[in-house]
Nanobody
């Protein structure tokens, strides 16, 4: 059984930074594609960033150049470094692993 546990969310001012972490337990292979999604109030869940088994990363246009996804397979941990945060980045951020594993989410609020 696979469990994904996110951490690192919180309240940050516009222009600030946060690092989200997702600890994977169970049989998550280092070759599993993993991703970060987010869901803002009243909106659908959207894909933020993905990282494939070869380390190739992809980002949504809204976060490109500001966010960075990475993984440390020795620690079974996925990261999302978020910089130059904007109020529109406010959402619950979810960790995902292929095929359909989800974490419980961590709240990120960007506000002055």
């Amino acid at each position: 059984q696979v469990q994904l546990v996110e951490s690192g969310g919180g309240l940050v001012q516009p222009g600030g930074s946060l690092r989200l972490s997702c600890l994977a337990s169970g049989t998550i292979s280092s070759s599993n594609t993993m991703a970060w999604y987010r869901q803002a109030p009243g909106k659908e869940r959207e894909l933020v960033a993905t990282i494939g088994r070869t380390g190739i990363t992809r980002y949504s246009d809204s976060v490109k150049g500001r966010f960075a996804i990475s993984r440390d397979n020795t620690k079974n941990t996925l990261y999302l470094d978020m910089n130059s945060l904007k109020p529109e980045d406010t959402a619950v951020y979810y960790c995902w692993a292929r095929p359909t594993y989800w974490g419980q989410g961590t709240q990120v609020t960007v506000s002055s």
